[in-house]
């Protein structure tokens, strides 16, 4: 495939979901308006999953030829996820799954290949520490994330408890545990979420107010308060 063809499909890609984000006031006008959006994208998915596809296609023959011409290792990640209509939303600024969940992919010498781990939650900020430990670089001191190099080589190895994130601005935080997700946000009406990701995966039910919960909550609450002050997050002046 030539250069000027691939260009011109990620040009469609970009095209097609910035048309999407510039609608987006529309979400705020009633279901009606929710569902029409709903539709209208699941149509332009189409063209965006075969668009996805050959991109995919491209880029893993480029790794496997890419891999037989060097010595080193090659890691992609995205930033972000897309709802895509869950939860009749179509934007990413919101704290489920489908938005917050990005792949991390990592290929080379030594690391095993067609692994899927889902034992280990994997932060964006560990992509420094991680491709310096795999450049042999001395990982700088005030570095957030960890190395990955350490579970690669030994997926029983201690790993961190949870994952956090920051959500549209100074409004929300998460804290992600393997069972649970904890969200705080800014908002008079509603400040805590807490979902159980093992029984209820499609995050439909708030947890927040069972009093069953409260010891989780709490848990929880202290691992977000904690790092936001290991981060100094000003986000933990809204909320206190």
Known sequence: MSKSILITFLTLAIVTITAVAQNKS?????????????????????????IGQMCQYVAIEHIRETKKRMKGEIMIEDDH??????????LKTVPYEEAM????????????????DKNHFISGLDMLPTLCNLAGIKIPS??????VNKILKNP???????VFATVD????????????????LNRPDENEVLFDM???SGETKNLASNSEYTGILEHHWKLLNDWMKKTNDPFIKVVK
């Open 169 to 184: 601005g100074d409004q929300e935080r998460v804290v992600r545990t393997y069972r649970y997700k904890y969200i705080r």
């Open 26 to 50: 529309d979400l705020k006008n009633g279901s009606s308006a929710i569902d029409k959006k709903v539709a209208d994208l699941m149509q332009q998915m189409t063209l965006e999953e075969k």
């Open 142 to 147: 005030d570095v957030r994330g960890l190395s």
């Open 198 to 200: 093992q029984n209820d």
């Open 81 to 90: 996820g897309e709802m895509a209509g869950s939860h009749h939303i179509v």
């Open 156 to 162: 029983s190895a201690s790993w961190r408890e949870a």
């Open 101 to 116: 969940a990005v792949p991390f992919l990592i290929a080379g010498p030594g690391i095993p290949s067609g692994v899927v």
